[in-house]
């Protein structure tokens, strides 16, 4: 065996806290309700001491049994691979090479892996070889160079190696294996990445984890590539060399050389989690040597967060008097400072509390919540509370408080006093009222809007729209609701604090009503078109999509509708088509269904989305009940992502894009309305300061509008008036469209 020289891992420590800090309280609240409140410095927090970072490199060229065929590259890239490990990330190197690496010597390499690792170290292991398919149990097994041909006891079974794996004291511990049959490593047997989630980052150590990286699934792998390495091994090694992140993990390395390897070859890479080896939920990470200083400000969020837990299971948490989820909570994250906390649970007195959060500190709340009178007068609102009902027609009505920050819900609590509610809905005639909440009482309101004057039976039935169902559905599964004929505002307010100056506020009136689809078109639509005609996209036939790095646009060669740079299945909007790539879809699907259909208008768009509602999101003013209705840039986002811009303050575990329907619709049954996918319009994008946002055709210009934002959109730009516009021929992993159906 031979061994390089040790080089010292430089260690990074951040002095977050001196000390832990801990205070608990209970005390009874007003209302009867029990809570105690544990304050701590937050363990994810606190100082981090990357421990040693060691590496075993095994690979083999040349077997000893002859009938073994030979393999080209292994060493070559095992020497590569060892150089950039050592020399950029501070590794300690011990080989076994060719004639070293028989079946005793990387089974006593991987016993002391177990008994001298320390809790803190990362331990990588890198096979290069021949490997073999227990067909029974579907194992992978790794060939030492002493093995015999079909005698399995001379072969390294996946096994063994996951039973070291598992008793090593090391914190991080991963596999990388350029080998046939590799694939069977893993937790389970699809290949997509497992979501990261709102602590991920800040969890890198303090959370084992056992991952593998692989060139090929349960199939054979080639040997072949350029410059004396294999594909897999000289795209991987590559891109160790080129990085420029101080901190990288396994996932980022793997969605770099993933598609390229994919296109090259018919290799499936996998990587995650190892089955059976005690991962709890961490990740390898790579840190370049000298560059550790930078390595807190991605590990460390200076966000408080807040544990809520309860005695009753599913009450709803309002933070800010904002809906945030449901009990228990564990890990929301708030700006510092004051914050209102509301419980509500039917049956049980409402708890009500103000906490005030430092920075980077952990507060718990334990709340017993006590049982209510059965008394129909009296209400779970505390007693200085009176909760509010409201039954509207149409049903589907906008409530909006005009002189109180609060969202409307059913059971909404409020302080005592006087409110002005304006109650809305498209084609009805706005209701405006005053009611007063008493404390300790609830209130029950009937509200009916009446149909507005332009638009009475007669007329509706005269423009058809009495005879045209609500929803419809056609042969590819596409589904469309129809938005009734009426006037509707659009673009923001003066005082939006987001507003955009191309957002002109106005009013739009529909003479007649329109059919949108319910969900963004999916990859499983434009699959069928595709399949259909043999049709190539813009991407395909152009080098590429466009994605974002290092804060800029570049062309990737294997992006494209089917493969945007990350899992996707039929069901999630399909991306990566330009505005030419739609209207040869909807030519086809025009033909197939016998209908016409088209991009919606800017004012079909906003109309459709805002629902009747004038507030800068469809579900309201509020930025964190975002990930309710929407896929937006949030926790994980961030986490995965890392864009340089504004996040919201809620988690949804979705980093890229997600199935259309999965989150709750508007007031229209529209979903995914923000967020997601911006969607192409059909308008030529015209910016002006002071013009409508009406934009009139240019048969000069090249831009098209796209609306609602994406799945890497941050507050501003994740509003119902925000509107950007976009190059035609232009195809990335973040604008799709949904259409119109005329009638």
């Given at each position: 065996m031979i061994k390089l020289r040790e080089q010292i891992q430089k260690h990074i420590i951040f002095f977050l806290f001196q000390g832990l800090l801990?205070?608990?309280?209970?005390?009874?609240?007003?209302?009867?309700?029990?809570?105690?409140?544990?304050?701590?410095?937050?363990?994810?927090?606190?100082?981090?001491l990357p421990g040693k970072y060691h590496a075993l490199i095994i690979a083999i060229n040349i077997y000893q049994d002859s009938r073994i065929?030979?393999?080209?590259?292994?060493?070559?890239?095992?020497?590569?691979?060892?150089?950039?490990?050592?020399?950029?990330?501070?590794?300690?190197?011990?080989?076994?090479?060719?004639?070293?690496?028989v079946y005793d010597n990387v089974v006593n390499a991987l016993r002391r892996l177990v008994a001298e690792t320390e809790p803190e170290d990362s331990v990588l292991i890198y096979f290069a070889g021949h490997g073999d398919l227990d067909p029974l149990f579907e194992s992978s097994r790794w060939l030492p160079v002493d093995a015999e041909l079909n005698n399995p006891r001379t072969y390294i079974d996946d096994t063994l190696v996951k039973k070291a794996i598992a008793a090593m004291k090391a914190k991080h511990v991963l596999v990388v294996s350029d080998s046939c049959y590799a694939g069977s490593l893993f937790r389970e047997r699809d290949s997509a990445l497992p979501t990261i989630d709102e602590t991920f980052y800040r969890d890198l150590y303090s959370r084992k984890s056992r991952w593998g990286l692989t060139s090929g699934d349960i199939t054979p792998v080639t040997d072949e590539g350029k410059n004396a390495h294999s594909v897999f091994a000289d795209h991987l090694i590559e891109s160790l060399e080129n990085n420029d992140q101080p901190l990288l993990t396994v996932t980022e390395l793997f969605d770099r050389i993933d598609?390229?390897?994919?296109?090259?070859?018919?290799?499936?890479?996998?990587?995650?989690?190892?089955?059976?080896?005690?991962?709890?939920?961490?990740?390898?990470v790579f840190i370049i040597a000298g560059q550790g200083d930078l390595l807190d400000k991605a590990l460390v969020s200076r966000e408080s967060k807040?544990?809520?837990?309860?005695?009753?299971?599913?009450?709803?948490?309002?933070?800010?008097?904002?809906?945030?989820?449901?009990?228990?909570?564990?890990?929301?994250?708030?700006?510092?400072?004051?914050?209102?906390?509301?419980?509500?649970?039917d049956g049980y007195e409402t708890y009500f509390e103000l906490i005030k959060l430092e920075e980077g500190k952990l507060i718990s709340l334990n709340v017993a919540l006590k049982a209510r009178a059965k008394s129909q007068s009296q209400v779970d609102a505390g007693s200085d509370r009176g909760l509010l009902y409201l039954n509207t027609q149409p049903e589907n009505a906008v409530v909006v408080f005009k002189n109180a920050a609060v969202s409307y819900f059913p059971g909404v609590a409020l302080v005592p006093g006087l409110y002005r509610l304006q109650v809305t809905a498209p084609g009805y005639e706005p209701v405006n009222l005053w009611i007063n909440i008493y404390a300790n009482r609830k209130k029950f309101l009937e509200v009916e809007l009446k149909?507005?004057?332009?638009?009475?039976?007669?007329?509706?039935?005269?423009?058809?729209?009495?005879?045209?169902?609500?929803?419809?559905?056609?042969?590819?599964?596409?589904?469309?609701?129809?938005?009734?004929?009426?006037?509707?505002?659009?673009?923001?307010?003066?005082?939006?604090?987001?507003?955009?100056?191309?957002?002109?506020?106005?009013?739009?009136?529909?003479?007649?009503?329109?059919?949108?689809?319910?969900?963004e078109v999916t990859v499983g639509h434009f699959r069928e078109f595709v399949n259909a005609t043999g049709y190539i996209t813009d991407a395909e036939r152009s080098g590429g999509a466009f994605v974002k790095a290092d804060k800029k646009w570049r062309r990737i060669e294997a992006y494209h509708w089917d493969y945007p740079g990350f899992s996707q299945t039929d069901n999630h909007p399909v991306t990566c088509v330009s505005f030419n790539d739609i209207q040869m879809f909807i030519k086809w699907l025009n033909k197939k269904e016998?209908?016409?259909?088209?991009?919606?208008?800017?004012?079909?768009?906003?109309?459709?989305?805002?629902?009747?509602?004038?507030?800068?999101?469809?579900?309201?003013?509020?930025?964190?009940?975002?990930?309710?209705?929407?896929?937006?840039?949030?926790?994980?986002?961030?986490?995965?992502?890392?864009?340089?811009?504004?996040?919201?303050?809620?988690?949804?575990?979705i980093a890229r894009t997600a199935p259309v329907a999965r989150y709750k619709p508007n007031n229209f049954g529209l979903y995914d309305m923000l967020g997601n996918v911006w969607e192409w319009c059909s308008d030529f994008y015209r910016h002006?300061?002071?013009?409508?946002?009406?934009?009139?055709?240019?048969?000069?210009?090249?831009?098209?509008?796209?609306?609602?934002?994406?799945?890497?959109?941050?507050?501003?730009?994740?509003?119902?008036?925000?509107?950007?516009?976009?190059?035609?021929?232009?195809?990335?992993?973040?604008?799709?469209?949904?259409?119109?159906?005329?009638?």
């Amino acid at each position: 065996m031979i061994k390089l020289r040790e080089q010292i891992q430089k260690h990074i420590i951040f002095f977050l806290f001196q000390g832990l800090l801990t205070i608990a309280i209970c005390v009874a609240t007003s209302h009867g309700a029990t809570r105690a409140i544990r304050i701590v410095d937050d363990p994810e927090q606190r100082c981090c001491l990357p421990g040693k970072y060691h590496a075993l490199i095994i690979a083999i060229n040349i077997y000893q049994d002859s009938r073994i065929p030979e393999l080209e590259t292994p060493v070559h890239d095992a020497l590569r691979l060892a150089n950039t490990l050592e020399e950029r990330y501070g590794f300690r190197i011990d080989y076994l090479l060719n004639t070293d690496a028989v079946y005793d010597n990387v089974v006593n390499a991987l016993r002391r892996l177990v008994a001298e690792t320390e809790p803190e170290d990362s331990v990588l292991i890198y096979f290069a070889g021949h490997g073999d398919l227990d067909p029974l149990f579907e194992s992978s097994r790794w060939l030492p160079v002493d093995a015999e041909l079909n005698n399995p006891r001379t072969y390294i079974d996946d096994t063994l190696v996951k039973k070291a794996i598992a008793a090593m004291k090391a914190k991080h511990v991963l596999v990388v294996s350029d080998s046939c049959y590799a694939g069977s490593l893993f937790r389970e047997r699809d290949s997509a990445l497992p979501t990261i989630d709102e602590t991920f980052y800040r969890d890198l150590y303090s959370r084992k984890s056992r991952w593998g990286l692989t060139s090929g699934d349960i199939t054979p792998v080639t040997d072949e590539g350029k410059n004396a390495h294999s594909v897999f091994a000289d795209h991987l090694i590559e891109s160790l060399e080129n990085n420029d992140q101080p901190l990288l993990t396994v996932t980022e390395l793997f969605d770099r050389i993933d598609p390229v390897i994919r296109k090259k070859t018919e290799q499936t890479p996998r990587c995650g989690p190892m089955q059976d080896t005690g991962d709890q939920g961490g990740q390898f990470v790579f840190i370049i040597a000298g560059q550790g200083d930078l390595l807190d400000k991605a590990l460390v969020s200076r966000e408080s967060k807040l544990n809520i837990n309860t005695n009753v299971d599913g009450a709803l948490i309002l933070v800010d008097e904002t809906v945030v989820g449901y009990t228990n909570l564990s890990n929301f994250e708030v700006p510092p400072g004051q914050h209102t906390v509301r419980i509500v649970a039917d049956g049980y007195e409402t708890y009500f509390e103000l906490i005030k959060l430092e920075e980077g500190k952990l507060i718990s709340l334990n709340v017993a919540l006590k049982a209510r009178a059965k008394s129909q007068s009296q209400v779970d609102a505390g007693s200085d509370r009176g909760l509010l009902y409201l039954n509207t027609q149409p049903e589907n009505a906008v409530v909006v408080f005009k002189n109180a920050a609060v969202s409307y819900f059913p059971g909404v609590a409020l302080v005592p006093g006087l409110y002005r509610l304006q109650v809305t809905a498209p084609g009805y005639e706005p209701v405006n009222l005053w009611i007063n909440i008493y404390a300790n009482r609830k209130k029950f309101l009937e509200v009916e809007l009446k149909p507005e004057a332009a638009f009475n039976d007669q007329q509706l039935q005269a423009a058809g729209t009495a005879y045209l169902s609500p929803n419809v559905k056609n042969s590819i599964g596409m589904e469309f609701n129809f938005i009734s004929p009426g006037r509707y505002k659009i673009g923001s307010p003066e005082d939006d604090p987001d507003r955009f100056i191309n957002e002109y506020r106005t009013e739009i009136h529909f003479q007649k009503g329109f059919y949108i689809q319910t969900t963004e078109v999916t990859v499983g639509h434009f699959r069928e078109f595709v399949n259909a005609t043999g049709y190539i996209t813009d991407a395909e036939r152009s080098g590429g999509a466009f994605v974002k790095a290092d804060k800029k646009w570049r062309r990737i060669e294997a992006y494209h509708w089917d493969y945007p740079g990350f899992s996707q299945t039929d069901n999630h909007p399909v991306t990566c088509v330009s505005f030419n790539d739609i209207q040869m879809f909807i030519k086809w699907l025009n033909k197939k269904e016998n209908k016409s259909h088209r991009l919606p208008t800017e004012e079909e768009w906003e109309s459709a989305c805002r629902a009747g509602t004038t507030t800068a999101r469809y579900w309201g003013n509020s930025v964190n009940s975002a990930c309710f209705y929407a896929n937006i840039y949030d926790i994980t986002g961030r986490c995965v992502n890392k864009m340089h811009w504004d996040r919201h303050f809620c988690d949804d575990g979705i980093a890229r894009t997600a199935p259309v329907a999965r989150y709750k619709p508007n007031n229209f049954g529209l979903y995914d309305m923000l967020g997601n996918v911006w969607e192409w319009c059909s308008d030529f994008y015209r910016h002006s300061s002071n013009e409508k946002i009406i934009s009139q055709a240019d048969s000069g210009s090249k831009y098209r509008v796209i609306r609602g934002g994406s799945w890497e959109s941050s507050p501003a730009h994740a509003r119902s008036a925000m509107r950007q516009g976009q190059l035609m021929s232009t195809a990335n992993p973040y604008m799709g469209f949904r259409l119109i159906l005329e009638h």
